[in-house]
């Protein structure tokens, strides 16, 4: 089946305006996480959903990033009043599968360049 | 606590040779520790992944080598092709709430023809 798509690819902002960052996870996978990836740097977690549960919000860093999940699918990360230091790869993975509900896979990533 | 240190930071080796990429931990509640290959513009996919019940894990060219009491991992890459060329995450999670993954800052390999 289809893997994590993202939307847009590339995203292109002036400092101060809001983004919206899209994740269609892997159809039946229950777990979404958003992860940011800066140049040069690991993977740095922001923030997981799991089904109808609280999400944890702890790698958000700032009241700036929010997310949210509709329906148990679709997840948007929104980064309000953005600032060049924003500027990442923003990676969005599912995981939940029969096989192994270890094994997140990822989507191919939003580059977001504020300028 | 939560970090995992990752090194080299690059590694260049010749086809057919073999790269060791290390990495080490501190919180002993870590119970998965998986290994990520990511090809420029592209998300990060799934290599190989060992539980620390085993010291060692191998799927192909590709094996993993677990070292509980000195709490460290490494990732070894046989007879390395220039199409193995990319960026290599190690990454831990804790069996809970949430799995989510602690990424160390990766390896660049180059693997020259």
């Known amino acids: 089946g289809a893997g994590v798509s993202q939307s847009p690819s590339n995203k292109v902002t002036e400092k101060g305006k809001d983004v919206e960052l899209r994740c269609d996870p892997i159809?039946?996978?229950?777990?979404l996480y958003w992860y940011r990836q800066s140049l040069g740097q690991g993977l740095e977690f922001l923030i997981y959903?799991?089904?109808?549960?609280?999400?944890?919000k702890s790698g958000l860093p700032s009241d700036r990033f929010s997310a949210e999940r509709t329906g148990g699918s679709v997840s948007t990360l929104t980064i309000q009043r953005t600032q060049q230091e924003d500027s990442a790869v923003y990676l969005c993975a599912s995981s939940g599968g029969l096989a192994d509900a270890s094994v997140q896979y990822f989507g191919p990533g939003t580059r977001l360049t504020v300028t | 606590q939560q970090q995992v240190k990752q090194s080299p930071q690059s590694l260049i080796v010749q086809k057919g040779g073999i790269p060791i990429i290390n990495c080490a931990y501190e919180n002993t509640a870590f119970d998965y520790f998986p290994w990520y290959q990511q090809f420029p513009g592209k998300g990060p996919a799934l290599l190989i992944a060992i539980r620390p019940d085993v010291s060692e894990k191998k799927e192909g060219r590709f094996t993993i080598s677990f070292n509980k009491s000195a709490k460290q991992f490494s990732l070894h890459i046989m007879d390395s092709q220039p199409g193995d060329s990319a960026t290599y995450f190690c990454a831990a999670s804790m069996r809970g709430a949430t799995n989510k993954l602690i990424f160390g800052t990766g390896t660049l390999l180059a693997v020259q023809p």
């Open positions: 159809s039946g996978h229950t777990a």
């Open positions: 959903f799991q089904g109808n549960s609280a999400p944890d």
